[in-house]
């Protein structure tokens, strides 16, 4: 009964049947439900081609985990385009003011595409350099730079679709970025298996039907965004005020995601050097990990657009009240996940490999992603109940602290010789230290008057 109490729920068994059932579970619900599949787009494109592309040989696959890295850690650092949108645009609503929360939306559409078609420039230009910094070499390297500039051809698009669900999600809408989700998944597995085991391409092949999806998501999002923030009376031109004010006050998500995706690329760095097939199993078993993560964010993002709400017609006993209930949802989705992953972990790994080495290690590591995610269910609903609460320099610390003990503990890793089994581990353990500071914040007040992000 630790956990009840943890967050403020009776241990006695009147109080636990009580919290199987919530006012607020209709509501959180209504958002979580359609928020998953706008959340797993990229990851389930990424794990799409792991399937595909593992099919066609193990080289090939560690050349995917390699650019795949690159890929999602700048995709990573960008998500403020939707996470430092959705709590404002919430409040901005909640308040009665919807032409400045257009306004906002807009604006970050505007630098979505500043920032991809900056970041595709910088990644085509650095790609080897920084596949190379991850451990690639010989024809695993070739293999990851022909996925990484083909795909970098959809990058900006994608940024497109990212701060367009912010928008949508801050105006209580997730059913949009789920339809868009579905489609672009659609498409992107369709012509990939076209592409790959019906005409015999290549890796660059996985890599162009994952654009071409990204290209016609992020031209319908950005569409939907623009005629909603025409109706809404916003100025549409670009505001360069307003986007300096995004990018400030995304400042400390930034800093909180690129500790996250810098702990994560480590992680892959420190495969690469253990052995092609040690890699290529822990692109696997982070892909399912990641997929999953981003599941239990649907929760998360209830979070942001609820408290968010919440706290814009000052109504602090809801959003207390309905937090907790987020909370005790996301861990009992973890759980639920956690036992299938670990129950289906063999015919699972199966299906990304036939080398029987290679199925036998992703095995193996994802029981170590089944076990993480009860915990992982914990420290992605309070995140996202704090990012709603604009409570972003605390949640920049906790993670910086995160990383730096994680990196205490891969230094342990490379020194003493150990395993892949050790080092999910210590991702477990990262976990575990993001989730005290959360928990401990959580059962404070300060996050419930925290000041909204000025527009």
Same mark, same amino acid.
């Given at each position: 009964?630790?956990?009840?109490?943890?967050?403020?729920?009776?241990?006695?068994?009147?109080?636990? @049947? !009580?919290?199987?059932?919530?006012?607020?579970?209709?509501?959180?619900?209504?958002?979580?439900?359609?928020?998953?599949?706008?959340?797993?787009?990229?990851?389930?494109?990424?794990?799409?081609?792991?399937?595909?592309?593992?099919?066609?040989?193990? $080289?090939?696959?560690?050349?995917?985990?390699?650019?795949?890295?690159? @890929?999602?850690?700048?995709?990573?650092?960008?998500?403020?385009?939707?996470?430092?949108?959705?709590?404002?645009?919430?409040?901005?609503?909640?308040?009665?003011? $919807?032409?400045?929360?257009?306004?906002?939306?807009?604006?970050?559409i505007w630098l979505a595409g500043i920032l991809g078609i900056g970041s595709s420039i910088l990644l085509w230009a650095g790609g080897r350099t920084f596949l190379g910094w991850l451990g690639g070499s010989g024809a695993e390297l070739v293999a990851a730079e022909t996925y990484l500039n083909v795909s970098l051809l959809g990058f900006p698009f994608l940024l497109l679709a990212l701060a367009a669900n912010g928008s949508f999600h801050g105006r209580q809408n997730a059913v949009i970025p789920l339809a868009l989700a579905i489609a672009g998944a659609a498409i992107n597995i369709v012509i990939e298996l076209i592409l790959i085991p019906g005409l015999g391409y290549g890796?660059?092949?996985? =890599?162009?039907?994952?654009? +071409?999806?990204?290209?016609? %998501?992020?031209?319908?999002?950005?569409?939907?965004? @623009?005629?909603? &923030?025409?109706?809404?009376?916003?100025?549409?031109?670009?505001?360069? =005020?307003?986007?300096?004010?995004?990018?400030?006050?995304?400042?400390?998500? *930034?800093?909180?995601?690129?500790?996250?995706?810098?702990?994560?690329?480590?992680?892959?760095?420190?495969?690469?050097?253990?052995?092609?097939? #040690?890699?290529?199993?822990?692109?696997?078993?982070?892909?399912?990990? &990641?997929?999953?993560?981003? !599941?239990?964010? !649907?929760?998360?993002?209830?979070?942001?657009?609820? $408290?968010?709400?919440?706290?814009?017609?000052?109504?602090?006993?809801?959003?207390?009240?309905?937090?907790?209930? /987020?909370?005790?949802?996301?861990?009992?989705?973890?759980?639920?996940?956690?036992?299938? +992953?670990?129950?289906?972990?063999?015919?699972?790994?199966?299906?990304?490999? #036939? #080398?029987?080495?290679? %199925?036998?290690? +992703?095995?193996?590591?994802?029981?170590?992603?089944?076990?993480?995610?009860?915990?992982?269910?914990?420290?992605?609903?309070?995140?996202?109940?704090?990012?709603?609460?604009?409570?972003?320099?605390?949640? =920049? *610390?906790?993670?910086?602290?995160?990383?730096? !003990?994680?990196?205490?503990?891969?230094?342990?890793?490379?020194?003493?010789? =150990?395993?892949?089994?050790?080092?999910?581990?210590?991702?477990?353990?990262? /976990?575990?230290?993001?989730?005290?500071?959360?928990?401990?914040?959580?059962?404070? #007040?300060?996050?419930? $008057?925290?000041?909204?992000?000025?527009?």
């Amino acid at each position: 009964m630790w956990a009840w109490r943890v967050f403020g729920v009776s241990g006695q068994t009147g109080g636990v @049947l !009580a919290s199987l059932r919530s006012p607020y579970d209709a509501e959180i619900a209504k958002l979580a439900i359609p928020a998953l599949g706008s959340l797993v787009a990229e990851p389930l494109y990424v794990l799409a081609d792991t399937a595909i592309v593992g099919n066609i040989g193990t $080289t090939e696959l560690a050349g995917l985990a390699l650019a795949s890295t690159v @890929l999602l850690t700048v995709h990573a650092v960008m998500i403020f385009l939707a996470y430092g949108t959705t709590g404002p645009v919430a409040r901005l609503i909640g308040s009665g003011d $919807t032409t400045a929360a257009a306004h906002r939306s807009l604006q970050g559409i505007w630098l979505a595409g500043i920032l991809g078609i900056g970041s595709s420039i910088l990644l085509w230009a650095g790609g080897r350099t920084f596949l190379g910094w991850l451990g690639g070499s010989g024809a695993e390297l070739v293999a990851a730079e022909t996925y990484l500039n083909v795909s970098l051809l959809g990058f900006p698009f994608l940024l497109l679709a990212l701060a367009a669900n912010g928008s949508f999600h801050g105006r209580q809408n997730a059913v949009i970025p789920l339809a868009l989700a579905i489609a672009g998944a659609a498409i992107n597995i369709v012509i990939e298996l076209i592409l790959i085991p019906g005409l015999g391409y290549g890796i660059g092949a996985s =890599a162009l039907s994952t654009v +071409i999806a990204q290209v016609i %998501v992020g031209i319908t999002a950005t569409v939907l965004v @623009l005629r909603w &923030s025409i109706a809404s009376g916003a100025v549409n031109r670009p505001d360069r =005020a307003t986007m300096a004010a995004l990018l400030g006050t995304s400042k400390a998500l *930034i800093v909180r995601t690129m500790s996250l995706r810098g702990s994560f690329t480590l992680s892959t760095a420190i495969a690469a050097s253990l052995g092609v097939v #040690d890699v290529a199993a822990h692109q696997v078993a982070l892909a399912v990990w &990641s997929t999953l993560a981003l !599941a239990l964010d !649907a929760v998360a993002i209830a979070g942001q657009s609820l $408290t968010g709400k919440w706290l814009g017609v000052g109504d602090l006993t809801r959003a207390r009240a309905a937090t907790r209930r /987020m909370i005790e949802v996301d861990v009992a989705v973890g759980v639920v996940v956690g036992l299938i +992953i670990v129950v289906f972990r063999q015919p699972l790994a199966g299906l990304f490999s #036939d #080398d029987q080495e290679l %199925v036998d290690l +992703i095995a193996f590591t994802l029981a170590h992603v089944g076990a993480q995610q009860p915990l992982n269910g914990v420290v992605f609903a309070l995140d996202g109940i704090l990012i709603g609460a604009g409570d972003l320099n605390y949640l =920049a *610390i906790g993670m910086v602290g995160a990383g730096v !003990a994680f990196v205490g503990l891969c230094a342990v890793i490379i020194t003493t010789g =150990a395993g892949l089994g050790w080092l999910w581990a210590a991702i477990a353990a990262f /976990m575990a230290i993001r989730a005290v500071p959360l928990v401990l914040r959580w059962r404070q #007040d300060a996050w419930l $008057t925290a000041a909204p992000t000025s527009v």
